[in-house]
């Protein structure tokens, strides 16, 4: 039995439909991304879980039980708001213990409690401190403390990092992953950056207009997108648009139809596109096997250990490349190249 | 050129209102305060001279005897107006707060003409609003008539010239200065931290005890300030609507200004009054500094 079991839930605001028909399931200990653009409805699947929006359609079970119409301070679930909601009048301690109060918890306990949830964020010589009185990275932490407090079966994150700066971020995203594992509650956070749900996620769910366009392990979605829009918005990508021939593309930006035996259920003409990371595109001075495609390289990129390389086609399309930077020193602006890329690492997208 | 500290161009830009607080509010207190210390006389000003050339040079003739006089006479007018003032701001807080509150909840597109018809009254002089009280209230009243006439009654209730009908003047008129403060915090609370109390277990009833309220205390003591302060000293609702056994401190001063001409006893009701304000603005003050 999962912990979280979403079925087929349909949430409208007026003409709007910001969540279609969605459903999911996650289990004990996971640690699931609702991933997609802003207006993609992954807040509004977040909320309804929470209980602030009831559905239109369709059930929310947790740990088995139907909580669709219970209100929030009846559901075993906590949240973690993207402004942190701490309460301003209280301090540190007083915003963690606010819950375990709510529950009759007496006042030892909740102290050791408290004391135990300020270590695992490593607040603890902040207990008296207000809101105000913190950082952006000390405020997240205590939001994070409180929302874990009550030991929730199921924590939901609206965009735990996005507050951050960058540095912070990447620290804090590695210490979310820790916590998460030492308490082994299940999380299910909202993220607009792929990078994001890439890197803490075990499962991922894409979101596209208040659907889930694809659902599936980091690399599974990274690697094989189910769509144009996946393939597009996780990660970079060179897209190549054209139509089902037999069991190949025909693209303009391709001489020959390139081989994809994904395609032979498709019927002739049918509109398909071909999908290549950046950094499985080769580039080479010299003319490859298999598939060649000429370019100029327009730019090379210089971020560090990688550099990125664009080049154009003829008919003006920029392919971009990844490539270790020692490997990019090979290529100058305005020089002829060749693309390529070796068949099983293009992905065939039929919609 | 200094580049710090204080130039003429900074003098210049804080001395009109100091000006303006010094001539107005500063020498009118001053010239009270001197009147409070002399003698009612028949001259004009019909008082006597706070300090007379005598062989001695010039002399002083203060004298307490005003205060004296008031402390003796006039404390159940300063009891009446306390209690009052209290009680309709307690009822107004009672009232207004539901109302701000449901105010600042509406949807957006509601709140202003909301606040709209709070503000409607403004646009009538409140003499007029109290006399409308008046034709409500008494025995041949509107209200007493449509309770007889869905036989409740025998007799005409005593609605008006007592304390009941004060109150209720004061409630009615105060209203607005407890709603707009307390629709002025309440309407700045974060949505989220609503959310965020239910979410972590509080039932509606506790997310308002442990959240709303002591986030909207700054509006509550600011509401409570712009409805005890002017309430103490109301004239015209106690005199319209008031009785023998509801004297108002604003009576005794108008009694004593106007009636016996003695503007030196009328000017030591004022001073006591105004000491007896400054105790809940300090207080006020307090509250407003530990909340931030």
Known sequence: MPLLDIRTVSKNFGAVTAVDGVSLSVGEGELFALLGPSGCGKTTLLRLIAGFERPDAGRILIDGNDVTEAPPYRRPVNMMFQSYALFPHLDVAGNIAFGLKQEGMERRRRAARVAEMLALVQMADYARRRPHELSGGQKQRVALARALAKMPKLLLLDEPLAALDRKLREETRLELIGIQERVGTSFVFVTHDQEEALGMASRIAVMERGRVAQLGSAAEIYERPNSRFVADFVGAVNLFDGVAAGSALKAPAFDTPIPLPELADLPEGTAAALAVRPEKLRLSRARPDGIAIAATVASVNYQGGISIVHAATPSGRMLKAQMASTAAAAFERGAPVWAGWDPADAVALSR | ?292
Request: with cysteine; charged share 10%; proline share 8%.
């Open chain 2, 1 to 292: 050129m200094p580049v710090t500290g204080w130039g003429w161009r900074q003098w210049c830009l804080i001395a009109p209102p100091f000006l303006w607080l010094f001539i107005f509010f500063l020498l009118p207190l001053g010239v009270v305060a001197a009147i409070s210390l002399t003698q009612a006389a028949d001259t004009i000003p019909p008082y006597t001279p706070l300090f007379t050339h005598g062989p001695d040079g010039l002399q002083a003739q203060a004298s307490f005897a005003n205060y004296r006089l008031l402390a003796r006479s006039d404390v159940r007018a300063y009891g009446n107006s306390l209690g009052f003032a209290a009680l309709a701001t307690a009822l107004c807080l009672l009232v207004g707060y539901p109302i701000a509150f449901a105010i600042a909840r509406a949807p957006k597109a509601w709140r202003n003409p909301l606040l709209f018809f709070v503000i409607l009254p403004f646009w009538t002089s409140l003499l007029i609003r109290v006399y409308a009280w008046i034709t409500i209230l008494q025995p041949t009243g509107l209200l007493n008539r449509a309770l007889e006439d869905l036989g409740l009654i025998n007799q005409p209730l005593l609605l008006i010239y007592n304390g009941f009908s004060v109150v209720l003047g004061l409630v009615y008129a105060y209203l607005p200065f407890m709603i707009l403060p307390l629709y002025g915090s309440l309407s700045q609370l974060d949505e989220s931290l609503l959310e965020a109390a239910a979410d972590l277990g509080a039932r509606p009833a506790r997310v308002f005890r442990e959240i709303v309220l002591p986030l909207s205390l700054p509006g509550v003591a600011a509401g409570a300030l712009l409805v005890f302060i002017p309430a103490i000293g109301e004239f015209v609702i106690p005199d319209l609507l008031g009785g023998p056994g509801t004297l108002m401190v604003g009576k005794v001063l108008w009694q004593e200004f106007f009636d016996n001409v003695d503007w030196p006893e009328a000017a030591a009701v004022a001073m006591v009054l105004v000491v007896l304000l400054t105790a809940p603005l300090l207080l006020a003050q307090r509250l407003a500094e530990r909340a931030t």
